[in-house]
């Protein structure tokens, strides 16, 4: 791979998708965004929003339709919690509300009018990024890791080389209809140049079993190419899709990140989050242990010792 001749850019700039219906988590979703689904105390974007400011982003897009307020209520300024947490001397909960968004980050709202498709979405996001790499991130695959987030990981290998990055983990071989996939050179330790992606392709014509999840650094060259993007899986204009035409002019890197990638746009995804979370938490882990014994326990799932 020949690096750029200048130094690359640090990415400054996330775009998170968040206009789906989220019907999988009905009746649920009927009033709340899946996006604010928590996970012990926090709604899922706010890990994702936490994970890219971790990586140095400072700009927030936020790519929503006209029925979710609740993000953008989220993320807005709370003043009467506010007053009343400082009035009370709430020091710890008045803390815990400003940290939603830090100082010196600032949360932009983009409308996607229609529901085309991922790579419509971020298309959405184009005025507000202009010409600079920038990170995409899913915030339904939450990705828990003691050390550095993925998105950084993944932020500094694009800084080292000037290349796209896509996180990608192996899933079995009945899923590959459920991502995109992709093929690769060999891999130099986590990473690989892709060399083709296709979205949800079934698994007799899969490339390989390594699929992308919901964490990108992409070249702004993507959004020329989402512009002419043709309706692809799904009827969808696909992000994939112009991946596989950015991957034809510039390198893209596939990136085994290290944590673990929890799916909670799925029932399973979002209760195995929230039991890793409550093991790992500072002061829940125990009593979780306990709770969760107790619960195989009475439903004779294990012999209590
Ligand atoms: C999207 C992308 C797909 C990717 C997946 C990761 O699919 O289109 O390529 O593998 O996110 O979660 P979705 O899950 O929105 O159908």
């Not at 140095?56 to 009343?84: I, M, P, S, W």
């Not at 899913?138 to 996180?167: C, F, H, Y």
């Not at 790992?280 to 009475?298: C, F, G, I, P, Y």
């Amino acid at each position: 791979m020949t690096p750029s001749a200048t130094r690359p850019a640090r990415i400054r700039k996330a775009v998170f998708p968040v206009a789906g219906l989220g019907t999988r988590f009905l009746p649920a979703t009927k009033t709340v965004p899946k996006e604010m689904l928590p996970v012990i105390d926090r709604p899922l974007i706010q890990y994702a929003v936490d994970e890219a400011i971790e990586a140095g982003c400072d700009t927030l897009v936020f790519v929503t339709n006209r029925y979710k307020h609740a993000v953008a209520d989220y993320f807005d300024k709370a003043y009467e919690l506010e007053q009343k947490l400082e009035r009370s001397g709430k020091t710890e909960q008045l803390e815990l509300v400003r940290s939603v968004l830090p100082e010196g980050v600032r949360a932009v709202f983009v409308t996607q009018a229609e529901a085309l498709g991922l790579g419509h979405a971020v298309l959405c996001a184009k005025p507000v990024i202009g010409d600079e790499p920038f990170a995409v991130v899913l915030p339904d695959d939450l990705i828990w890791n003691r050390g550095p987030g993925a998105l950084k990981q993944m932020a500094d290998l694009a800084e080292q080389t000037g290349a796209s990055v896509l996180a990608t983990q192996n899933v079995a071989p009945e899923k590959t209809a459920s991502y995109g996939i992709v093929a690769t050179e060999d891999f130099a330790g986590r990473q690989g140049r892709i060399t083709a992606i296709v979205e949800k392709p079934k698994p007799d014509v899969a490339p390989s079993t390594l699929a992308v999840v919901g964490r990108y650094v992409l070249s702004p060259r993507i959004f020329d190419l989402l512009e002419t993007t043709t309706p692809g899986a799904g009827g969808e204009i696909q992000l994939t899709d112009a991946i596989s035409a950015l991957l034809a002019e510039e390198p893209v890197l596939a990136y085994r990140f290290q944590g673990t990638r929890f799916d909670c746009g799925s029932h399973i995804g979002l209760v195995e989050a929230t039991i890793r979370y409550a093991l790992d938490h500072e002061t829940l882990s125990d009593a979780a242990r306990e709770v969760m014994q107790k619960a195989l326990s009475e439903l004779g799932v294990i012999e209590l010792t």
